[in-house]
């Protein structure tokens, strides 16, 4: 008997009985194997293919090998990942290399998802625009927020691997923007807290404090900057329906928390995120002020030391006016904000930091 749904179906009227059902499950099993056949042979593309479909350039690129500037890459986000908390993530994303399922390749996007047969298979490819945004050679330093804007990008990119069927439509991408921003609110929140903490950590001298509060300056710099970024990114795809326009966006969590409250208002998410980095960054310049000028004193009250007494009570009570001067000039910057946020209709909670 030939195999095709022709002849089946004559056999069927000519058949009944046990013939019948015999006829209609060996059809039914030549399908399933059919059908299995193509999926193994699309998963085998997927997760063994050296040239995804989404490396739309044409070229040939090596995206699985053991390319030292890919490597690096990966490294230099899976470390940062590690220094904001998130070491999981960073652990996921070197094994992940490792095995195959993140890979680097020649994009259009910066980062993407093949989503695989039913979730099987399933990879992140990242644009090989990175190595040359994120690479060391001729003794460059990469600025932190290209290293920060690249690893929220893959973090964005592993909520949609979690996705069952990963779309480029609001009811996908929306999650997925909304999870990045909270995570970049939170390592702002992260160094916040971690500045405050240097500032008042006496085992440290005054060189120590300096540098530290000068490196957490600048993480802070980097990480708000891409945090604004994300924010005109959000108000113009919400304006372009890309995004739901009712979802509650959450920012930089407030002093001792770690998650923020949501609201559908971006503007008020940046504005609260604007008052706690100024606040954060005035107390921290306030910090590296004291700290440079009490190596100062340390150094000149060595000196004298060695030629003459010095005129110790004159010299505290100057200190003492000084530094009251600064905490009221920086009370009332830090008022001044609090009283214009609540002008522009933004109702922070917990501003005390």
């Known amino acids: 008997m030939k195999c095709s749904l022709h002849n089946f179906n004559m056999d069927w009227r000519q058949t009944s009985g046990t013939g019948a059902v015999f006829n209609f499950l060996n059809f039914v099993r030549k399908l399933s194997i059919l059908f299995i056949t193509a999926v193994v042979f699309l998963m085998a593309g997927t997760s063994f293919s050296a040239e995804d479909e989404s490396l739309r350039s044409g070229d040939k690129v090596e995206t699985r090998g053991p390319n030292p500037d890919h490597v690096e ?30 890979y680097i390749g020649k994009l259009d996007a910066n980062a993407e998802v093949n989503p695989g047969v039913l979730g099987l298979g399933r990879s992140m490819a990242i644009s090989d625009a990175i190595i040359t945004q994120t690479g060391t050679k001729g003794g460059f330093q990469t600025p932190e927020s290209i290293v920060a804007s690249w690893t929220l990008t893959v973090f964005h990119e592993y909520v949609h691997m979690k996705q069952w069927m990963p779309m480029e439509d609001s009811s996908h991408e929306t999650p997925a923007w909304g999870a ?11 160094t916040l807290d971690e500045s405050d903490r240097v500032g008042r950590d006496t085992s440290l001298s005054p060189q120590e404090r300096v540098k530290h509060l000068q490196e957490l300056n600048q993480t802070l710099k980097a990480l708000k900057g891409v945090f604004d970024v994300t924010l005109n990114e959000l108000r113009d795809k919400v304006a372009k329906g890309d995004l739901d326009k009712d979802y509650e966006w959450q920012g930089v969590p407030p002093v001792g928390s770690r998650e923020a409250k949501g609201t559908t208002d971006i503007d008020a998410v940046g504005k609260y995120a604007d008052l706690l980095v100024q ?52 009370e009332a910057q830090i008022q001044l904000m609090k009283d214009r946020m609540r002008a522009a209709g933004a109702t922070p909670e917990n501003t005390s930091d």
Not at 75 to 102: E, I, P, Q, T
Not at 281 to 310: C, F, M, T, W, Y
């Open 279 to 330: 606040a954060g960054k005035l107390e921290a310049d306030r910090q590296i002020a004291e700290a440079k000028k009490g190596n100062a004193g340390a150094v000149a009250k060595s000196g004298a030391n060695k030629a003459s007494p010095a005129p110790a009570a004159t010299q505290t009570l100057t200190e003492k006016a000084g530094e009251a001067r600064n905490k009221m000039a920086i």
């Open 180 to 190: 990045t921003l909270k995570e970049n609110g939170q390592w702002i929140r992260k």
């Open 73 to 102: 890459a990966i490294n230099k986000m899976a470390d940062y990942l590690d220094k904001m908390g998130s070491k999981d993530v960073g652990d996921k994303l070197r094994a992940d290399f490792k095995s195959g399922k993140v």
